[in-house]
């Protein structure tokens, strides 16, 4: 039963692991999440499972929200995600289900959305790791600029319009990002933390989403298969 939990970054330390190897880690607090409605194929036409995570003052939410949540006999919750399941698995969620991290025990990797820190508008060297104009005699006060943008005028190499991708400066960073494939050190249930290999997108106290990895690389994919079997 692959299970979707929401959760919130803590922040870096490290640890060492059976062999004495130190490894660097993100520390998240991963649920606990309430089930808030499940679809079903012949309801919604797609099978999937709705959580609730984060407990909210009810006069900070609304009135549509505290409704939907009470028919799960919850309390309002700050955030809600969907994740998709297989409808034999379907059966398993009911209303008011409680998902902890214990649910992910056993899952080697596991992959980590977040929403990345924003960094504002920035310029082509600091956004796209440009390298700038030479620095030497004849370059006048435009070492961090993007240089010529005059051959990608257009999608027809020709216009007034920039061809759609280019690449200059502009807002940078609070988006959406994925880190696939992070290798699962260490869960502790009673705690509800789950300790992860190398860094998770955002800042700490921010809000993620954790999930079974959906796509593995071969060595990666040969330690599931290994186990499995």
């Given at each position: 039963?692959?299970?979707?939990?929401?959760?919130?970054?803590?922040?870096?330390?490290?640890?060492?692991?059976?062999?004495?190897?130190?490894?660097?880690?993100?520390?998240?607090?991963?649920?606990?999440?309430?089930?808030?409605?499940?679809?079903?194929?012949?309801?919604?036409?797609?099978?999937?499972?709705?959580?609730?995570?984060?407990?909210?003052?009810?006069?900070?939410?609304?009135?549509?929200?505290?409704?939907?949540?009470?028919?799960?006999?919850?309390?309002?919750?700050?955030?809600?995600?969907?994740?998709?399941?297989?409808?034999?698995?379907?059966?398993?969620?009911?209303?008011?289900?409680?998902?902890?991290?214990?649910?992910?025990?056993?899952?080697?990797?596991?992959?980590?959305?977040?929403?990345?820190?924003?960094?504002?508008?920035?310029?082509?060297?600091?956004?796209?790791?440009?390298?700038?104009?030479?620095?030497?005699?004849?370059?006048?006060?435009?070492?961090?600029?993007?240089?010529?943008?005059?051959?990608?005028?257009s999608n027809r190499g020709f216009g007034g319009g920039l061809k759609?991708?280019?690449?200059?400066?502009?807002?940078?960073?609070?988006?959406?990002?994925?880190?696939?494939?992070?290798?699962?050190?260490?869960?502790?249930?009673?705690?509800?933390?789950?300790?992860?290999?190398?860094?998770?997108?955002?800042?700490?106290?921010?809000?993620?989403?954790?999930?079974?990895?959906?796509?593995?690389?071969?060595?990666k994919a040969k330690k599931v298969a290994a186990k499995a079997g």
């Open positions: 039963m692959a299970t979707t939990l929401l959760g919130t970054k803590l922040g870096m330390t490290r640890v060492y692991n059976a062999e004495g190897v130190s490894l660097p880690v993100t520390v998240i607090q991963a649920g606990p999440c309430v089930v808030t409605q499940v679809r079903t194929a012949d309801k919604d036409g797609y099978t999937a499972v709705q959580i609730g995570f984060g407990d909210v003052k009810p006069r900070r939410s609304t009135i549509p929200v505290m409704a939907h949540d009470a028919k799960a006999g919850t309390t309002p919750k700050r955030h809600h995600r969907e994740f998709r399941v297989v409808a034999a698995d379907v059966a398993k969620f009911s209303l008011g289900q409680v998902l902890t991290v214990k649910d992910l025990e056993g899952v080697l990797f596991v992959d980590v959305i977040g929403t990345s820190k924003g960094k504002g508008f920035q310029g082509t060297m600091k956004r796209h790791n440009f390298k700038g104009l030479f620095a030497s005699h004849g370059t006048e006060r435009k070492h961090r600029s993007p240089g010529s943008i005059g051959s990608l005028a759609k991708g280019k690449r200059m400066a502009g807002h940078m960073g609070n988006e959406r990002v994925t880190v696939r494939s992070l290798d699962v050190v260490r869960i502790d249930a009673e705690k509800g933390l789950i300790l992860v290999k190398g860094p998770v997108p955002g800042p700490a106290r921010g809000t993620v989403e954790i999930r079974p990895s959906v796509r593995l690389y071969k060595p």
